[in-house]
């Protein structure tokens, strides 16, 4: 892994998710961790807040997430859980607030098409998934994580 030579340039590649050279491992301090391969991000990135709290967890492949896509409030609750195969969401990915309460489910099919979008609201009753409310919350979640915005982006998901 390269360090230091990187500075503030790592977390500006970082930011805009592409390598100062293909075979570059870029370290962001107290951000996100994680390797290229051809100019892609591969393997496993990990990424933390700035207190040093885990924030991210992926796994890319040909630089696409595969696996699960797990994301962490500062506070250690979940705020993102969700499976993707080849880039393509799969199964259903699960949206927290900060005190864990689940707060938006979306089900994705094998084929990666959004069957259903849930949400509820603090007291847990069903609201409108395209609510305000739900949309904050499920913005605040996918935002607790550069590495989970990373993957997002780089899936079907916002496609």
Known sequence: MRRGALGVAA???CA??????????????AQVRGE????KPSGTWKSWHPGGAQSGDVTFADGKPTGMLLGWYPNGQASFVGGFRDGTAIGMMEI????GRMRGAVDFGSDGIERSRRAWDDA????????????????????????????????SVVR
């Not at 290229?36 to 100019?39: C, E, F, H």
């Not at 927290?96 to 005190?99: G, M, S």
């Not at 499920?138 to 607790?144: D, G, I, M």
Request: net charge negative; proline share 7%.
């Open 11 to 13: 977390i500006l590649l």
């Open 124 to 155: 847990n009753r069903a609201i409108d998934p395209k609510s305000s409310e739900a949309t904050a919350v499920e913005t605040r979640a996918v935002q607790s994580s550069l590495l989970i915005y990373m993957a997002l982006m780089a899936s």
């Open 16 to 29: 805009v998710v592409g390598p100062a050279r293909a075979q570059d491992s870029i370290v962001c301090p």
């Open 96 to 99: 927290f607030d900060p005190e």
């Open 36 to 39: 290229y391969r051809d100019g």
